[in-house]
């Protein structure tokens, strides 16, 4: 080789080098662990202000959706409502743009395109559909808390759309599995690498085994049953409340749908309060790695999993009125255990795509070690080393678990506390005027238990 030729190898070895290093530092190869951290410790402690110049610079990068979801839910616990409401709208923005985008577009065949280089960071944030589900519900608090009940009443409409949309392909999906089999006929054998990953999950099955599925929310049922009650849409409300049941069998909302059943033929003199409450914070993603057995040899794989000991069991929350215990909550929906089922059927193809990526490093290294020799190699490895990360982004400042609990007063003048596990919240005056409804939304988050309240006149 040459003088300039060997300077010119060199060169591109050195820009080789520095590129790995740099993009192994860069916002696109670490983890989001970090800013979810932050975003975690920030709720229910009025602090959202420090994130301001983050969340700023944050929403207009191809992350920019995850970003202002996490601002809103933080603002939203903060009980700055109408900040909530403005940022989830710039969300829905993104979320638009993202669902009604072409499924192949260049811009993501590029993203496509490099993260068989790297890794799933690169591709911008899809949120999966259970996400967009409970932001639109968490948008529909919003508009409730803020009286326009018609908006509310839109978000869930939104919210039930989606959840029937993830049905339907659920449903296909299934089918598709069920043809294929018979085709074979005979049940699909089980591939080595689906084995080791189903061994790798296995502390996550008791969790998984806690919900149905991930495509029915029955605490997007019952608020939206709870929303069709106030404006009167009893049949409306008498369908949402049965799903809810379905999925969430309570005495207590088998009593809602008797309530509703007869609603329509008799006067309730006393006043609704129904308090919403959101516990704890769903279990942050993991990574986890498996050697498994590829085209070249063993190979590394990194995927997202979550550590069984920070799901948080849903605990009841007890109401006290005037300072007496009324009543206690019970669960609706059980999010981190939804997480955990939306990632174990997810990741066999995650792990398949990492199999396909760890192939094409291999080949890229290959190609600098015969163009550049032993140097070129090991900066390929570099690079392999660097970019081989599991994807962990997700809506970290989701709830571990909602929870409802609803009371019938008597017209009249109340203080309301709520307690758990040795905390108390502050003491909120409620006013139960006849022919009204009393939402109350509560955030047990942090080791402390916020509550605020809003009316509304029924029509």
Known sequence: MTISGRKSSLAAIITLSVATTNLAHAATFKTYKEDSDQFRTALNQNNEANFTEKFKKSASKKDGVL??????????????????????????????K????????ASRVGFQALSMLSNDSVVPYLVPPYEQVIAHISQAKNYIYLKDMDAAAVEM????????????????????????????????????????????????????GKIKNTYQNSYSFYMAASLWEVLGEYNDALVDYKKAYELQPDPQIAADIQRVDKASKQKDK????????????????????????????????????YEPKTYQTPQATQVLINNKKIQNSYVLNDIGALAVKELKEHTTATVSRQIMR????????????????????????????????????SWSTLPSNTQVARLNLAPGKYQLQLANAGKYSSPISIDTTANQTVFVYAYDINNKISVSSSSFSKP
Do not use: C
């Open 67 to 96: 970003y202002l979801l996490e601002q809103a839910r933080i603002q939203q616990v903060d009980q700055n409502y109408q900040a909530s409401l403005d940022t989830y709208k710039k969300a829905f923005e993104l979320l638009d």
């Open 98 to 105: 993202q669902n009604h985008r072409s499924k192949i577009s």
């Open 157 to 208: 409409r939104i919210a039930q759309q989606i959840q029937r949309d993830i049905e339907l392909a659920h449903e296909q999906e299934l089918a598709k599995k069920v043809e294929k089999a018979k085709k074979k006929n005979a049940e699909p054998e089980q591939e080595p690498e689906t084995k080791q990953i189903d061994d790798a999950l296995v502390g996550l099955n008791p969790i998984a």
């Open 270 to 305: 006393n006043v609704p309060v129904i308090i919403f409450i959101e516990q704890g914070l769903v279990p942050q993603k993991v990574e986890n790695k498996l050697v498994l057995p590829g085209p070249n040899g063993l190979i590394n794989i990194a995927f997202a999993s």
């Open 358 to 393: 760890t192939t094409a490093k291999y080949i890229a290294q290959e190609q600098l070690g015969r163009q550049l020799g032993t140097v070129g190699q090991l900066a390929g490895m570099l690079m392999n080393t660097a970019t081989d990360h599991a994807d962990l982004r």
